[in-house]
């Protein structure tokens, strides 16, 4: 027996399609039977590689008593967080304002038949623990709250209403806040874990935005305190137990300030920001080992995350059979037999085999105990040696684990992260001088193109060949800083033509005409319960932030004041919350920085194989603030990129900032110079 949600398009909610709960998906279907019945709704929000989600799906939702009171109480309405982040926006902002806690997944609200939520909570199991209510206790009571409580819910739901309208930004035309990088940057300096990196305490996450706006103020203004936040944390995630030591690739977070132990699920969202940091950083500071974790993200990346068609998917489970992080973890006896008498000495010290058991008192979860150079000092050999015998070790425990039963995988493709994942590839291959990267960065876009944008519209996710969702305001915003990533990676005038439609998709679909920024959802976007504007980094940098960046961008190329000046008018809707608390949007300080000084473009034109060298030469600095783009010979580029007729030499460059440019330059010393000389950073 199935549920409504065999047939969803999210792997997630067809997880729960065998539950005995009557499932419905969200839509208008589900909240008129609710209407009709006059039954309160069950709102549960998740996402695949949750796994508090999955505990509770066996505890409670896989078990007919508690879905016998469910379904007699509530319509049930299960969401994959990841498809409706409009929806998870809202309810995640509810939960906040009504338990005055934080609140994560698996979100469970309980709300009326239009929207309006009058509980909500997280985790629930089954019977009371721990000092958590059951489940199965609290459901009747809620139940009879909607039926008995009508006007105090009504009530609550009109303040309520008030509070998330008045964390939107209000009005509009305040003034552009002065020093918010200075300040921001203050503010991660104060909270830096000088010892192990990263920011405050447990839990960690890794933080990708702000650690690169560190890298960026480092480059730009010399200060060596960001970079040391930035060398540190790097390392220290690197060598901890948050990455793959075997596999490559990060997990979502760390549950202790060391980096340890984290939750085990792979985030695409996650790996693409640290694979751009990690590359970035390798370049900028002449550092080979972040660009050997960039590598192995990457490897990681196309080993079990690329779908046929060049796409990527989604996540990998914490768990495996049943169990959070099996897949994982090895036991002393498992490791020192599949490997070498010479590969386990260095190993056991280098992996911390030869110390206690680091996850759940029974196993070993890989971090860097022992550098390798220490390794080869203790054991008396030389650093070649020593490196030699840990490859090998790490091949060897590789191969154990694949031979385990393999974390679930989410195989969906969802529009903003695969924009993500195409944006951070290009920009590594550039840093890391990596071509078959920009093949996979191009094949991932293309894939992405032929699915998800039809007939001028874009969707927010597929799985096959069905796509489904309206796309939200981070799905066009980043597919659009993607396509500009992509064209300075290998200039094709079809990714020009795409960012222009998307750009004006973005002015034309979501700006708010009245008071500036972007909604979260667009225009004709179906009417929910709050409309959000959001503007603070999370796990993903803000989306208004990003937009700005990229019509700042695009504007500049384009020759587009009109992009320009949406992007002032977003900086200005969020003026005061920038001001407030700069260090939670850097991905708007990071803009509004550059609408006081616009970043350089050097276009590059002529013999490609000319072109190409300069840029390849060019590439090998890292400089935040310019855009490099070689057009070639530059018959199909658009005419705002052909700057010039040109001279008689075989290639020229023209290096601009803003709308205004230089007279061409026909050698790679005088590009350096003109650079140097009159553009900074």
Same mark, same amino acid.
């Given at each position: 027996?199935?549920n409504r949600l065999a047939a &969803?398009?999210? /792997?997630?909610?067809?997880?729960?399609?065998? @539950?005995?709960?009557?499932?419905?998906?969200?839509?208008? #279907?589900?909240?008129?039977? %609710?209407?009709?019945?006059?039954?309160?709704?069950?709102?549960?929000?998740?996402?695949?590689?949750?796994?508090?989600?999955?505990?509770?799906?066996?505890?409670?939702? #896989?078990?007919? !008593?508690?879905?016998?009171?469910?379904?007699?109480?509530?319509?049930?309405?299960?969401?994959?967080?990841? #498809?409706?982040?409009?929806?998870?926006?809202?309810?995640?902002? $509810?939960? $906040?304002?009504?338990?005055?806690? %934080?609140?994560?997944?698996?979100?469970?609200?309980?709300?009326?038949?239009?929207?309006?939520?009058?509980?909500?909570?997280?985790?629930?199991?089954?019977?009371?623990?721990?000092?958590?209510?059951?489940?199965?206790?609290?459901?009747?009571?809620? =139940?009879?709250?909607?039926?008995?409580?009508?006007?105090?819910?009504? #009530?609550?739901?009109?303040?309520?209403?008030?509070?998330?309208?008045?964390?939107?930004?209000?009005?509009?035309?305040?003034?552009?806040?002065?020093?918010?990088? &200075?300040?921001?940057?203050?503010?991660?300096?104060?909270?830096?874990?000088?010892?192990?990196?990263?920011?405050?305490?447990?839990?960690?996450? /890794?933080?990708?935005?702000?650690?690169?706006?560190?890298?960026?103020?480092?480059?730009?203004?010399?200060?060596?305190?960001?970079?040391?936040?930035?060398?540190?944390?790097?390392?220290?995630?690197? =060598?901890?137990?948050?990455?793959?030591?075997?596999?490559?690739?990060?997990?979502?977070?760390?549950?202790?300030?060391?980096?340890?132990?984290?939750?085990?699920?792979?985030?695409?969202?996650? @790996? &693409?920001?640290?694979?751009?940091?990690?590359?970035?950083?390798?370049?900028?500071?002449?550092?080979?080992?972040?660009?050997?974790?960039?590598?192995?993200?990457?490897?990681?990346?196309?080993?079990?995350?690329?779908? /046929?068609?060049?796409?990527?998917?989604?996540?990998?489970?914490? +768990?495996?059979?049943? !169990?959070?992080?099996?897949?994982?973890?090895?036991?002393?006896?498992?490791?020192?037999?599949?490997?070498?008498?010479?590969?386990?000495?260095?190993?056991?010290?280098?992996?911390?085999?030869?110390?206690?058991?680091?996850?759940?008192?029974?196993?070993?979860?890989?971090?860097? =105990?022992?550098?390798?150079?220490? *390794?080869?000092?203790?054991?008396?050999?030389?650093?070649? +040696?020593?490196?030699?015998?840990? *490859?090998?070790?790490?091949?060897?425990?590789?191969?154990?684990?694949?031979?385990?039963?393999?974390?679930?995988?989410?195989?969906?493709?969802?529009?903003?992260?695969?924009?993500?994942?195409?944006?951070?590839?290009?920009?590594?291959?550039?840093?890391?001088? !990596?071509?078959?990267? $920009?093949?996979?960065?191009?094949?991932?876009?293309?894939?992405?193109?032929?699915?998800?944008?039809? +007939?001028?519209?874009?969707?927010?996710?597929?799985?096959?060949?069905?796509?489904?969702?309206?796309?939200?305001?981070?799905?066009?915003?980043?597919?659009?800083?993607?396509?500009?990533?992509?064209?300075?990676?290998?200039?094709?005038?079809?990714?020009?033509?795409?960012?222009?439609?998307?750009?004006?998709?973005?002015?034309?679909?979501?700006?708010?005409?009245?008071?500036?920024?972007?909604?979260?959802?667009?225009? +004709?976007?179906?009417?929910?319960?709050?409309?959000?504007?959001?503007?603070?980094? @999370?796990?993903?940098?803000?989306?208004?932030?990003?937009?700005?960046?990229?019509?700042?961008?695009?504007g500049h190329l384009a020759a587009?004041?009109?992009?320009?000046?949406?992007?002032?008018?977003?900086?200005?809707?969020?003026?005061?919350?920038?001001?407030?608390?700069?260090?939670?949007?850097?991905?708007?300080?990071?803009?509004?920085?550059?609408?006081?000084?616009?970043?350089?473009?050097?276009?590059?034109?002529?013999d490609p194989a000319q072109t190409?060298?300069?840029?390849?030469?060019?590439?090998?600095?890292?400089?935040?603030?310019?855009?490099?783009?070689?057009?070639?010979?530059?018959?199909?580029?658009?005419?705002?990129?052909?700057?010039?007729?040109?001279?008689?030499?075989?290639?020229?460059?023209?290096?601009?900032?803003?709308?205004?440019?230089?007279?061409?330059?026909?050698?790679?010393?005088?590009?350096?110079?003109?650079?140097?000389? @009159?553009?900074?950073?």
């Amino acid at each position: 027996m199935t549920n409504r949600l065999a047939a &969803a398009t999210s /792997p997630y909610l067809r997880q729960h399609a065998g @539950n005995p709960v009557d499932w419905h998906t969200w839509g208008e #279907e589900a909240l008129a039977l %609710a209407r009709r019945e006059n039954k309160p709704i069950l709102l549960s929000i998740g996402y695949s590689a949750c796994h508090w989600c999955h505990v509770m799906a066996h505890e409670s939702f #896989e078990d007919p !008593e508690v879905a016998a009171v469910m379904n007699a109480g509530f319509v049930n309405i299960k969401v994959d967080r990841e #498809e409706r982040p409009d929806l998870d926006q809202i309810y995640q902002t $509810a939960h $906040a304002l009504l338990t005055r806690r %934080a609140g994560g997944w698996p979100l469970t609200v309980f709300m009326t038949p239009d929207g309006a939520p009058y509980f909500a909570g997280t985790y629930f199991p089954k019977r009371a623990r721990h000092g958590l209510p059951g489940f199965l206790d609290i459901l009747p009571r809620i =139940a009879a709250a909607y039926h008995e409580q009508g006007p105090a819910i009504a #009530e609550q739901s009109a303040r309520l209403s008030e509070a998330l309208q008045s964390l939107e930004p209000g009005r509009r035309g305040a003034a552009l806040p002065e020093n918010a990088g &200075a300040v921001a940057l203050a503010e991660f300096k104060r909270t830096f874990d000088a010892k192990e990196g990263g920011f405050g305490g447990a839990p960690k996450f /890794p933080h990708a935005a702000e650690l690169g706006f560190c890298l960026r103020a480092w480059k730009l203004h010399n200060d060596d305190g960001a970079q040391r936040i930035v060398r540190i944390t790097l390392a220290k995630m690197a =060598a901890g137990g948050i990455a793959d030591q075997l596999g490559g690739g990060f997990c979502r977070y760390s549950v202790d300030a060391q980096w340890s132990i984290p939750h085990f699920e792979k985030m695409l969202y996650d @790996n &693409a920001a640290l694979l751009a940091l990690y590359a970035d950083a390798g370049r900028a500071m002449r550092e080979g080992e972040f660009g050997a974790v960039a590598r192995d993200i990457v490897g990681w990346l196309a080993r079990e995350m690329r779908a /046929p068609d060049g796409a990527w998917y989604s996540s990998l489970d914490a +768990d495996s059979e049943g !169990e959070e992080g099996r897949f994982y973890v090895f036991s002393r006896e498992e490791a020192r037999e599949a490997m070498s008498a010479d590969e386990w000495a260095a190993a056991s010290l280098h992996y911390g085999f030869d110390g206690p058991p680091n996850f759940e008192h029974r196993a070993w979860h890989l971090r860097v =105990a022992v550098p390798v150079a220490e *390794v080869a000092q203790l054991l008396g050999i030389p650093l070649p +040696d020593a490196q030699a015998r840990i *490859v090998g070790a790490r091949a060897a425990l590789f191969a154990r684990r694949e031979t385990r039963v393999r974390p679930g995988r989410d195989d969906k493709i969802l529009t903003a992260w695969n924009a993500l994942a195409i944006g951070a590839l290009a920009r590594a291959s550039r840093a890391q001088d !990596e071509p078959a990267w $920009a093949e996979l960065a191009l094949a991932a876009l293309d894939a992405l193109v032929a699915t998800v944008w039809r +007939d001028g519209r874009l969707y927010a996710t597929r799985h096959g060949g069905d796509v489904a969702l309206n796309a939200y305001l981070d799905d066009h915003a980043f597919l659009l800083a993607a396509l500009i990533e992509v064209m300075q990676l290998r200039f094709r005038a079809r990714d020009f033509s795409l960012a222009t439609q998307v750009a004006e998709r973005l002015l034309d679909g979501f700006e708010d005409r009245e008071h500036g920024g972007f909604w979260f959802t667009s225009h +004709d976007h179906e009417r929910l319960y709050h409309r959000t504007k959001p503007a603070q980094d @999370n796990a993903t940098p803000a989306g208004n932030g990003v937009a700005a960046q990229a019509l700042l961008a695009l504007g500049h190329l384009a020759a587009q004041p009109r992009y320009v000046e949406a992007a002032e008018r977003t900086l200005r809707a969020f003026a005061e919350g920038i001001a407030r608390a700069p260090n939670a949007h850097v991905t708007l300080v990071t803009a509004l920085e550059r609408i006081g000084r616009p970043p350089s473009t050097l276009i590059l034109c002529g013999d490609p194989a000319q072109t190409r060298s300069w840029q390849r030469a060019l590439e090998r600095e890292y400089r935040p603030e310019m855009c490099v783009i070689d057009i070639g010979a530059g018959e199909d580029a658009p005419a705002a990129l052909r700057k010039g007729a040109l001279p008689s030499e075989a290639a020229a460059a023209w290096l601009c900032q803003g709308l205004q440019c230089l007279p061409p330059i026909t050698s790679l010393d005088g590009i350096e110079a003109a650079i140097s000389g @009159n553009i900074h950073g």
